[in-house]
């Protein structure tokens, strides 16, 4: 959680396709929570996707005609709903319950930060967010040249100091626990 705001700041890992962001989101969501905080994440797609299989109860609720769909246990709870539009993540925020940091994978053209992972390999001679107001971190093993602090893909620390320190973090659980002892 943002500790002057309140709210958990949104902040999209962007790139080309094969560059490595489901990678790094892997990487540094364990890191994050390692630390004592707690992360939402959303995924990106620009095409439909199903994320129930066919036969199961929910499937055949949706599909029969509901609107929402939820899965419950005492462990997940999943949820499929119609939209119509494509949300931004600030809009899907009041969905995230009770998280410190909201990490995207996509959204680059959205106005939250950025952080572009690079690799030349993978295409394109340059970062795609070169010039980008929104961009605030590097991640790539390239040598380039940007006016943004750059990490190697190998350091997931860093990486997350940066988050905490240039967002402001404070996870939850200390905050509640300050909160009650107080």
């Not at 890191?31 to 055949?60: I, N």
């Not at 240039?166 to 996870?171: A, E, H, R, S």
């Amino acid at each position: 959680m943002n500790s002057k705001t309140n709210k958990p700041p949104i902040i999209s890992v962007v790139g080309l396709s094969g560059t490595g962001k489901t990678t790094l989101l892997e990487r540094l969501i364990p890191e994050l929570t390692r630390r004592g905080f707690r992360v939402g994440t959303v995924k990106h797609h620009r095409h439909r996707f199903e994320m129930d299989r066919p036969g199961k109860d929910s499937w055949r609720h949706k599909h029969a005609g509901a609107s929402v769909a939820i899965v419950s246990s005492p462990y997940h709870i999943g949820m499929i709903m119609d939209v119509d539009h494509d949300h931004r993540p600030d809009e899907l925020t009041p969905l995230l319950c009770s998280v410190d940091i909201i990490l995207t994978e996509g959204y680059k053209q959205d106005y939250n930060p950025k952080i572009e992972v690079f690799r030349p390999k993978a295409g394109g001679g340059e970062p795609i967010l070169k010039g980008d107001a929104h961009l605030v971190a590097l991640v790539s093993d390239a040598k380039v040249d940007l006016d943004v602090p750059k990490f190697s893909t190998d350091d997931i620390e860093a990486l997350a100091d940066f988050l905490i320190d240039n967002f402001n973090l404070t996870p939850t659980a200390l905050t509640q626990h300050l909160e009650a002892a107080s």
